[in-house]
């Protein structure tokens, strides 16, 4: 007797062997067709019951949701839409699911939206969109780690809690142990954080790039992958208050060569899921182009999901200066005509998504990767240009979802980082550590971050980043 999974069972050849297979129950019909899936899947493997040999009271246990244990030949199937079938010799219910409970859940067999999925967030994984979408979760987080072990980086664990702020946001979530009610006070009234757990104010993390950079420093090439936090009370399809970053970390490396490994690395996660997903992102193509039958037909995409993906492959990224960038935006009809929400007026303003759009689908109609930012919109690290103005900053633009990634190349010089760190009132005696890096073997090196997030939202289509990931925290939901 042989236990697979259905992924396997569906790519096996008929044989005269006894196999043995678990999972839930999709349908179950004219009390002889069973649909059975196990989540390694997308499809479904069909068990065929002969009804007349196996006890009735069995049989009505066997609905939708349900958990069983199949055991038969497998055989060719008789049947359109499969190639082979279990001809079922043994089966035994080992979770029951009530048909009048299931009727109340997203696991009754009928169209639900993504906002009611949502609602029953530890259910809907057992749905084919959500199965789809982790299963591609699962895979591109494994094509993250194959990247960089294939290029010879270092993965490192960048820590979770920590006194310092990375990017100067101040969104962040307090870490302490003092009593919430009653917590100890100083002279001037405010918290003593001396009798806390560290002995000083600390936070989850909003990125590891600060401690990536000081392993970079020894080790060269280090990549981080790991939660990262913002408290940022914004309940948007775009937002997130845990996310995961991926953020590698490279010494000697300059802007240039760091927009040439942020290309090289997107490249290939997104081709390794088209060739590992191919089932799940036919399905997720074929569930957006039903979505999109009720757009008007300017709202629609351009692309099917998969001819996105490969247009990413297909093209090389266009690099553009801010500067450059602003002035066609300035230019630009949606501006002249003031359709952008957010007007372009001047040198200097913070790109929108809607301006980062613009730029990819309708401009250059390409990947666009954009560099040399105003330093003062991006953070205290970033290398400053010979101008005084710009910083060695780059973003990384997608169809359909603007920034995917942002990077720089860092501040090496250490009496232009400590002037940088004052004029932001940054304490340089928190940060002596990573002062301390510019002071012993500075050299030039880069960086950057790509919430995963957005990787898989834009891999798998879908709207909503709360929709790829395990369970879609909101603020006042911290359970999902």
Same mark, same amino acid.
């Given at each position: 007797?042989?236990?697979?999974?259905?992924?396997?069972?569906?790519?096996?050849?008929?044989?005269?062997?006894?196999?043995?297979?678990?999972?839930?129950?999709?349908?179950?019909?004219?009390?002889?067709?069973?649909?059975?899936?196990?989540?390694?899947?997308?499809?479904?493997?069909?068990?065929?019951?002969?009804?007349?040999?196996?006890?009735?009271?069995?049989?009505?246990?066997?609905?939708?949701?349900?958990?069983?244990?199949?055991?038969?030949?497998?055989?060719?199937?008789?049947?359109?839409?499969?190639?082979?079938?279990?001809?079922?010799?043994?089966?035994?219910?080992?979770?029951?699911?009530?048909?009048?409970?299931?009727?109340?859940?997203?696991?009754?067999?009928?169209?639900?939206?993504?906002?009611?999925?949502?609602?029953?967030?530890?259910?809907?994984?057992?749905?084919?969109?959500?199965?789809?979408?982790?299963?591609?979760?699962?895979?591109?987080?494994?094509?993250?780690?194959?990247?960089?072990?294939?290029?010879?980086?270092?993965?490192?664990?960048?820590?979770?809690?920590?006194?310092?702020?990375?990017?100067?946001?101040?969104?962040?979530?307090?870490?302490?142990?003092?009593?919430?009610?009653?917590?100890?006070?100083?002279?001037?009234?405010?918290?003593?954080?001396?009798?806390?757990?560290?002995?000083?104010?600390?936070?989850?993390?909003?990125?590891?790039?600060?401690?990536?950079?000081?392993?970079?420093?020894?080790?060269?090439?280090?990549?981080?992958?790991?939660?990262?936090?913002?408290?940022?009370?914004?309940?948007?399809?775009?937002?997130?208050?845990?996310?995961?970053?991926?953020?590698?970390?490279?010494?000697?490396?300059?802007?240039?060569?760091?927009?040439?490994?942020?290309?090289?690395?997107?490249?290939?996660?997104?081709?390794?899921?088209?060739?590992?997903?191919?089932?799940?992102?036919?399905?997720?193509?074929?569930?957006?182009?039903?979505?999109?039958?009720?757009?008007?037909?300017?709202?629609?995409?351009?692309?099917?999901?998969?001819?996105?993906?490969?247009?990413?492959?297909?093209?090389?990224?266009?690099?553009?200066?801010?500067?450059?960038?602003?002035?066609?935006?300035?230019?630009?009809?949606?501006?002249?005509?003031?359709? /952008?929400?957010?007007?372009? #007026?001047?040198? !200097?303003?913070?790109?929108?998504? *809607?301006?980062?759009?613009? =730029?990819? @689908? &309708?401009?250059?109609?390409?990947?666009?990767?954009?560099?040399?930012?105003?330093?003062?919109?991006?953070?205290?690290?970033?290398?400053?240009?010979?101008?005084?103005?710009?910083?060695?900053?780059?973003?990384?633009? /997608?169809?359909?979802?603007? #920034?995917?990634? !942002?990077?720089?190349?860092?501040? *090496?010089?250490?009496?232009? =980082?400590? @002037? &940088?760190?004052?004029?932001?009132?940054?304490?340089?005696?928190?940060?002596?550590?990573?002062?301390?890096?510019?002071?012993?073997?500075?050299?030039?090196?880069?960086?950057?971050?790509?919430?995963?997030?957005?990787?898989?939202?834009?891999?798998?289509?879908?709207?909503?980043?709360?929709?790829?990931?395990?369970?879609?925290?909101?603020?006042?939901?911290?359970?999902?």
């Amino acid at each position: 007797m042989q236990d697979k999974t259905i992924a396997e069972l569906l790519k096996s050849e008929p044989g005269h062997h006894e196999i043995t297979v678990r999972g839930w129950v999709r349908s179950f019909r004219s009390n002889r067709f069973i649909a059975l899936n196990d989540g390694s899947t997308i499809n479904t493997l069909q068990c065929v019951v002969d009804f007349e040999n196996f006890d009735e009271e069995v049989l009505k246990k066997v609905t939708v949701g349900a958990a069983i244990e199949v055991s038969g030949l497998l055989v060719e199937s008789q049947g359109q839409g499969q190639t082979v079938e279990i001809q079922v010799s043994k089966l035994t219910v080992l979770g029951e699911a009530n048909p009048e409970d299931v009727k109340l859940t997203i696991l009754s067999p009928k169209r639900h939206s993504l906002e009611t999925l949502r609602e029953q967030a530890h259910l809907r994984i057992r749905t084919n969109t959500f199965g789809a979408v982790m299963r591609t979760r699962s895979k591109l987080a494994f094509a993250v780690h194959e990247y960089f072990q294939k290029n010879g980086f270092n993965y490192m664990h960048s820590p979770i809690i920590t006194g310092s702020d990375a990017e100067g946001a101040g969104e962040m979530f307090r870490v302490s142990a003092l009593d919430a009610k009653n917590p100890p006070l100083d002279e001037s009234g405010n918290i003593n954080y001396k009798e806390d757990f560290f002995e000083k104010e600390t936070n989850l993390t909003v990125s590891g790039q600060l401690e990536a950079e000081t392993y970079a420093m020894a080790l060269g090439k280090v990549y981080t992958f790991g939660p990262t936090f913002r408290a940022e009370n914004s309940n948007t399809s775009r937002h997130l208050a845990e996310f995961w970053m991926i953020e590698p970390e490279v010494a000697f490396n300059d802007l240039d060569a760091n927009m040439d490994l942020a290309e090289d690395f997107i490249k290939y996660v997104i081709n390794y899921a088209l060739e590992n997903c191919a089932d799940d992102l036919e399905f997720l193509e074929n569930r957006l182009l039903e979505e999109e039958k009720s757009k008007p037909q300017d709202e629609r995409s351009e692309m099917k999901l998969r001819e996105k993906l490969s247009f990413i492959l297909e093209n090389n990224f266009k690099r553009v200066s801010y500067t450059e960038a602003i002035d066609i935006l300035k230019r630009s009809k949606p501006n002249q005509k003031k359709k /952008f929400k957010y007007l372009i #007026e001047e040198w !200097g303003a913070d790109l929108q998504s *809607e301006h980062e759009r613009f =730029l990819v @689908e &309708k401009h250059f109609k390409c990947p666009v990767i954009l560099f040399d930012y105003p330093a003062n919109i991006k953070s205290f690290y970033m290398r400053l240009n010979d101008d005084g103005k710009t910083v060695r900053a780059m973003d990384v633009l /997608f169809p359909g979802i603007g #920034e995917i990634v !942002g990077g720089s190349q860092r501040e *090496e010089r250490y009496d232009v =980082l400590l @002037e &940088k760190m004052k004029a932001m009132n940054i304490d340089a005696k928190e940060l002596y550590w990573y002062l301390d890096l510019r002071k012993f073997g500075t050299a030039v090196h880069s960086g950057f971050g790509l919430g995963f997030e957005r990787l898989v939202q834009f891999t798998t289509g879908m709207g909503n980043i709360r929709d790829v990931i395990p369970y879609p925290r909101t603020p006042g939901n911290a359970e999902f």
